[in-house]
């Protein structure tokens, strides 16, 4: 198993468009999350996906994102209109839940968004 | 909420320990977990508390109160590649872990 996969890398784009990042978590985690890093603090959590049942989401998480897994594995995260303020790193992370285990989140490498 | 404080930035020599703390006030306190993260990379997994203790893995060690909401992450016979950022993050019960990160220890190692 390569461990958590994100793709792009890094997405530049102009105010207003639109950007898709994926996310494809460690083969049979059943949990994924999203975070967004800015710099100099701490992943703040967006959403969380159960299989392909969203449980969760941040007040962060405005009308203009959406998270979907569709088939409870691979995730993306839209964001429409972009603004500056969205710049910033999008982590995804994903963890297996099972009773009498701990429910580590594993990291992928990030999608870096700057928005001109 | 969750309010979890650890320093900013710390620095130390290559070759000594260096003990990074970090305190929290949370409501259905579950464990903490230690994240290190090199710049601009994703946070790697070191280490999970849930009972009260030291808990050593290789040189590198972390230790929980619950009581008084108090971890730390012990760092042992310094390395240059340990400059990276350090973030403490609780966890709380719920449907699921819900994690909660600080703002992260920035540690500089020098020679």
């Not at chain 1, 979907?68 to 594995?73: D, I, V």
């Not at chain 2, 404080?5 to 130390?12: K, N, S, Y």
């Amino acid at each position: 198993d390569t461990g958590v996969s994100q793709d792009p890398r890094h997405k530049i784009t102009k105010r207003g468009q639109n950007v898709t990042f994926r996310c494809d978590p460690i083969s049979e985690h059943n949990r994924l999350y999203w975070y967004r890093q800015t710099l100099g603090q701490g992943p703040e959590f967006l959403t969380y996906f159960q299989n392909e049942a969203q449980l969760e989401k941040s007040r962060l998480l405005s009308d203009r994102f959406s998270a979907e897994r569709p088939k409870g594995s691979f995730s993306t995260l839209e964001i429409q209109r972009t603004e500056q303020g969205d710049s910033a790193m999008y982590l995804c992370a994903s963890s297996l839940a099972t009773s009498g285990s701990t429910d580590t989140q594993y990291f992928g490498p990030g999608t870096r968004l700057t928005v001109l | 909420g969750q309010n979890i404080d650890q320093p900013t930035e710390m620095t130390a020599t290559e070759g000594a320990i260096v003990q990074i703390n970090c305190t929290y006030q949370t409501s259905g306190f579950n464990g903490l977990f230690w994240y290190q993260q090199h710049a601009g990379e994703a946070p790697t997994f070191l280490s999970y508390n849930v009972l009260d203790g030291l808990e050593e893995k290789g040189r590198f060690s972390s230790f929980l109160s619950r009581s008084k909401g108090y971890s730390y992450l012990l760092l042992k016979e310094l390395q240059m590649k340990d400059s990276a950022s350090y973030l403490c993050a609780v966890t709380t019960s719920g449907g699921y872990q819900k994690v909660t990160f600080g703002i992260g220890t920035k540690l500089q190692v020098i020679p």
